[in-house]
């Protein structure tokens, strides 16, 4: 199942930087509001306040697809890790427990590196964008090989290991929404 999940992240990712782009597509007639005619009446025309036509652009579409496929293998992996070391190496919580701390204290303290590098980027003047492409690719691509490690690993070390390293490259994932949310519009 690691490999299924995998392999989904890693191709989403791909997709993601093949459309990502700096600004969007022109959204159409439907972004621009209509001249009034003679037959409107004096009442204010509903006004919509999301542009719906946006989520038909494959950049906001491989966006999501990245996050979708990004969270799903996150989600499980972190989920599931315990109870499938467990099982599958016939470990005791113990062994399981000391197997999945050092993750926990890469996540604990990378988190604070992370956000280092990307305000050192940004007040470097590096394009918001092109921090997320080559953090996302810092991210998912490692995080969709480990996870095909993972699920295939024969000893337990190397499972852990695999987990490590998915862990670790996760965290160069984990400010997408806020750098973008923070971006400065062009």
């Not at 496929?69 to 467990?86: D, G, K, M, R, V």
């Not at 092109?130 to 024969?154: D, H, N």
Request: with cysteine; glycine share 6%.
């Amino acid at each position: 199942m690691p490999a299924v999940y995998g392999c989904s992240a890693g191709a989403a990712a791909v997709l993601w930087h093949l459309f990502a782009k700096s600004h969007p597509d022109a959204l159409g007639s439907a972004a621009a509001p209509a001249a009034p005619g003679p037959a409107q009446t004096k009442e204010e025309p509903k006004r919509t306040t999301v542009e719906w036509a946006v989520f038909r652009t494959p950049a906001v579409l491989s966006i999501f697809a990245c996050e979708i496929a990004y969270n799903n293998l996150t989600l499980t992996i972190e989920t599931w890790a315990p109870t499938a070391l467990a099982s599958r190496f016939a470990l005791t919580p113990i062994q399981v427990g000391s197997l999945l701390a050092a993750p926990q204290a890469i996540r604990t303290f990378g988190g604070f590196v992370v956000a280092a590098l990307e305000s050192v980027l940004l007040r470097r003047g590096v394009d918001v964008l092109s921090i997320r492409k080559w953090m996302t690719a810092a991210a998912q691509i490692p995080e969709a090989f480990c996870a095909v490690g993972y699920g295939l690993a024969r000893t337990p070390a190397a499972a852990a290991g695999f987990y490590s390293v998915l862990v670790a490259a996760g965290l160069f994932n984990c400010a997408l929404s806020t750098t973008l949310c923070h971006a400065p519009t062009p």
